[in-house]
């Protein structure tokens, strides 16, 4: 093989895309497919896990239309977190998959509080827990072997090798990543060992390409399926962001404040959680917390359009420090736990460029604040940070930004999820191979 393709999966609310990254890590190929939207009934929401593997498998055709399909030296599939479906000995769904917003499960998730840590990443009525039991109560884990995440699953139809889970989906099913286990209190919810997968770390060779899979889409017998991960850990991998104290903040919907560290740092408090790491064979923690601030609150007065238009006018090296809180409704956890916080978006200025910049210094502010409480509670200050999402087009808010972080603010390399799960592929293919 001269020059080894890594391709990577990934399974995003409305689509798939499947990128090939050659061994530098540069994109050499890239496809997507619509997914049909879940069928949503608030508060369920279900989708038939087959429209995931023909999207996949038309992603696939469609990508190695571009490449030669025989340099696919890996594959790994990133995927939505806490979507979970149960399916029997030989990898076939019973039923539809709960997905990641499913919220149905509000007293099974009454139970989990009753007996598991607070900073569990199992709590919640959406976590895959949650959904596990309200299948259970359903009794429909009397007919399944299996309970498999999305990631999980599609990897189990590339390779025939089923069961099998990451560490970063498995933690909302209850998987402690501390000791590396199935938690006790877990029996107490009288769940079936049997159903849950092996949990590997992503990145962890799984198996080659089944024989069928090879045949249909002409990739070499040996092609190798590595484990994933879920799709916000993808994201923040193809950044680039790989030492301790580096950074990524997302700037979408909402606020996500995402740094490497040594040690993890729980804080049910705040809703800070830390997921294990691995970067070229060290073990991180990815810290992370999430604001209700963020570009659905600055949605709500602008357009994409106007806020393109308002940009060039902005002045940011002069900050109007209004100490406005942007969020969308009363309410926050992180940096600030109190779920009756009002907004605070007044006075208004007449002009509303400078309305515009005012919500952008106070979701900036936010930002602040959230790394500064992270650094409290054991997490290294940001050495630099990168920037993901729509608002990470903004100079002028990088600018405002920067003036109050006083750190680099770098290029993500990439922000795309495949790019991540491709990237995984690569060290499971450098792992086995070597």
């Not at 190695?64 to 399916?87: H, K, R, Y």
């Amino acid at each position: 093989m001269d020059t080894p393709l890594y391709i990577g999966i990934d399974l995003g609310t409305s689509g798939c895309r499947a990128i090939a990254v050659d061994d530098n890590g540069r994109p050499r190929g890239e496809a997507r497919v619509a997914l049909p939207a879940a069928k949503r009934d608030d508060p369920r929401c279900e989708q038939d896990p087959a429209l995931w593997w023909l999207a996949a498998g038309d992603c696939l055709e469609q990508l190695l239309a571009q490449i030669p399909a025989s340099e696919v030296a890996a594959i790994a599939v990133d995927g939505t977190s806490a979507t979970l479906l149960l399916t029997d000995a030989e990898g076939r769904p019973l039923g539809p998959a709960l997905m990641y917003n499913d919220s149905r499960a509000t007293a099974q998730a009454a139970r989990i509080t009753a007996v598991a840590p607070a900073d569990t990443a199992a709590q919640g009525p959406t976590s895959a827990l949650a959904k596990l039991l309200w299948r259970q109560d359903e009794g429909l884990t009397k007919q399944a072997r299996h309970a498999l995440h999305q990631a999980d699953w599609i990897a189990a139809q590339l390779s025939t090798r089923l069961g099998v889970s990451d560490i970063n989906n498995a933690l909302k099913l209850g998987f402690n990543p501390q000791t590396n286990t199935w938690p006790d209190w877990l029996d107490t919810l009288h769940i079936p060992r049997s159903l849950l997968p092996e949990v590997v770390t992503p990145g962890t060779p799984l198996a080659p390409l089944s024989t069928a899979n090879a045949q249909r889409f002409g990739l070499p017998t040996d092609t190798l399926v590595v484990a994933g991960t879920t799709d916000s850990t993808a994201a923040f991998l193809a950044t680039g962001a790989s030492r301790p104290g580096e950074a990524v903040t997302s700037l979408g919907s909402t606020l996500v404040l995402k740094v490497i560290a040594e040690q993890p740092i729980f804080d049910a408090r705040y809703g800070i959680y830390s997921q294990p790491l691995v970067i070229d064979d060290q073990q991180r923690w990815l810290v992370g917390g999430a604001s209700n601030s963020g570009g659905a609150v600055l949605r709500r007065f602008f357009t994409d359009r106007q806020m393109r238009e308002l940009t060039p006018h902005l002045r940011p090296g002069r900050p109007l420090c209004l100490e406005y809180y942007p969020l969308p409704a009363p309410g926050e956890r992180f940096p600030v736990n109190d779920s009756r916080l009002a907004p605070s978006m007044s006075p208004r200025p007449d002009d509303d460029t400078r309305f515009f910049q005012a919500l952008l210094e106070g979701i900036s502010r936010i930002e602040k604040r959230g790394y500064d409480l992270l650094a409290e509670l054991g997490a290294p200050y940001p050495a630099n940070v990168r920037s993901t999402g729509g608002g990470a087009k903004n100079p002028a808010w990088t600018v405002i930004r920067h003036s109050l972080l006083s750190v680099p603010m770098l290029t993500a390399k990439h922000s795309d999820a495949a790019i991540g799960a491709a990237l995984l592929a690569r060290s499971g293919a450098t792992r086995h191979f070597q």
